[in-house]
């Protein structure tokens, strides 16, 4: 046999294995609302090339590649185990065991590390949480694929409706269809995955089983959410157009709990940052915002670095791709420079991103300053993070550090870490994580770093608001191995 035949030989062996954990992982999920996970990556409705090349990253990491002949055993462990709700990371079960010296078998150590999501300990399913989308744009249409996406069980968060203006000042014959092909389509993030049909009659919109009411609405006062059966929700404002207390407090009609706003707060608006600050919501407390996606971006690598080294200053430079705010050609605009065609120019504008950092690290007392230029790209945004640090360090110290953090603590679903050295901007589309690490770009020199910060201003962003959602509804289920602290 030739080495070309070896190798061949030992794909399709993995391949058969990893096709051999899609039930196992699909029965966890839908039965016991388990989601499986790999190094932070989820592995729900995952294709047999997706778990291995899931694997494969893990060497970008750890250095060394991951095999599914290594994982399968633990994903195997699960099954025989009495699990309640939770998220369990079989990559992290293998690496923590493989570090441990005392000789455990693959089921007892499983049993060891799980032990929170089982027996009397266990989280017990719940009913569903119901969510309202208020606006239907880029933000919102990936926030609703997701929601369709972990719709699992359905004991979490379900998308029972979204809200838009009627078209044209009247319903337009043909709005829900032109609506569903959008959810459907996506220029940037492919096909939706799944069937989407629409009933015209009842005005919904069925995706994956999930039947979605499509409300037409003006303003937040024409809808009285209780008429559908809509209770104790959660509405998701994707609009922006009202972002302090008072404007946002028009969403608390009959049905609404809670109200979620996917762009900066104002005011007294507490603006959270998933995995920084989101423990620090108050339980009583109705309006929150998700800060901006650049702000997601920035403050969990800022505060990162803020734990181990101290940061005394820094500047934020946001080089960002173009959006909807802006103009295809050159026409008004109520800002300065954003009238001027948005795929022919890079245009400088203002960014809020580091005003936000006090709202979301209150502790970080450092002055961070931050400017911003939009470019000719529709998704993923990259931010040049400068910090003078409390004490000097080396390169391969800071590298090391956010390797870790990526890796094993509270954070790690919000950075990730890339070592590729041919990485561009749309590498990282689809990226669930607030930012990702550029470690062939980081400088460092003493006390002063630049860290290259890569993130999907749209998908990334959407998976934070996701799971601020789930914090608040207390869907937001615990993971396992617990992450270092």
């Known amino acids: 046999m030739t080495v070309n035949d070896d190798s061949f030989t030992r794909w399709k062996n993995r391949e058969e294995i990893a096709e051999s954990m899609i039930p196992i992982i699909g029965k966890l999920h839908r039965e016991r609302d388990v989601t499986v996970l ?12 997706s778990i291995l090349k899931t694997h494969r990253f893990a060497r970008q990491i750890t250095g060394v590649e991951l095999s599914v002949t290594e994982t399968l055993p633990y994903l195997q462990a699960l099954t025989t185990l009495d699990l309640g709700p939770s998220q369990i990371d079989i990559g992290m079960l293998a690496a923590t065991h493989r570090s441990d010296d005392r000789g455990l078998t693959v089921e007892a150590f499983t049993a060891e590390a799980v032990a929170g999501a089982t027996g009397a ?15 239907f744009g880029r933000i919102g249409r990936l926030v609703a694929r997701l929601l369709i996406e972990k719709a699992g ?5 379900r998308l029972r409706a979204v809200v838009v203006r009627r078209s044209g000042g009247s319903r337009a014959a043909d709005d829900l269809v032109k609506r569903a092909s959008l ?20 005005s919904t919109i069925f995706a994956n089983g999930n039947a979605i009411k499509v409300i037409y609405a003006n303003d937040p006062s024409e809808v009285d959410y209780t008429a559908y059966g809509i209770k104790d929700a959660v509405l998701i404002d994707n609009t922006g157009i009202w972002r302090d207390r008072e404007g946002l407090s028009q969403h608390l009609r009959p049905g609404i709990d809670k109200v979620v706003l996917t762009a900066p707060g104002k005011g007294d608006v507490p603006n959270i940052v998933h995995g920084v600050n989101h423990d620090m919501i108050k339980p009583d407390e ?45 026409n008004y605009h109520k800002a300065d420079r954003r009238g001027r065609s948005a795929p022919l120019n890079m245009v400088i504008t203002e960014t809020g991103a580091a005003s936000a950092v006090a709202k979301a690290l209150p502790d970080l007392d450092a002055p961070i300053t931050g400017s911003s230029i939009r470019v000719p790209v ?10 003078r640090l409390g004490r000097e360090t080396t390169r391969e110290e800071v590298l090391d550090h956010l390797r870790n953090v990526s890796l094993t603590s509270p954070l790690k679903r919000q950075i990730d870490f890339t ?39 749209e998908f990334g962003y959407s998976c934070q608001v996701v799971r601020v959602v789930q914090h608040v509804t207390g869907v937001e289920y615990p993971t396992y191995p617990a992450p270092a602290v």
């Open 38 to 49: 790999l190094h932070s990556r989820s592995l729900v409705n995952k294709s047999v090339v």
């Open 121 to 135: 300990d266990k989280i017990e399913s719940r009913s569903g949480r119901d969510v309202v989308l208020y606006g």
């Open 153 to 157: 069980s359905g004991n979490g968060l």
């Open 183 to 202: 959810l459907r389509r996506d220029s940037i993030h492919g096909q939706f995955q799944g069937t989407i049909t629409v009933d015209e009659a009842s």
């Open 286 to 330: 109705r309006i929150l915002s998700c800060a901006s996606c650049t702000t997601n971006a920035i403050v969990p690598p800022l505060k990162a670095m803020a734990d181990e080294y101290g940061v005394l200053r820094g500047h934020v430079e946001t080089v960002h791709s173009f959006t909807n705010d802006q103009n295809l050609l050159d």
């Open 378 to 387: 529709p998704d993923v945004s990259i931010a040049i993070l400068s910090l």
């Open 419 to 457: 070592t590729a050295p041919d990485a561009v901007s749309s590498d990282f589309m689809g990226s669930r994580h607030a930012s990702i690490v550029d470690a062939g770009a980081t400088k460092v020199d003493g006390d002063n770093a630049i860290l290259y910060l890569w993130y999907d201003n």
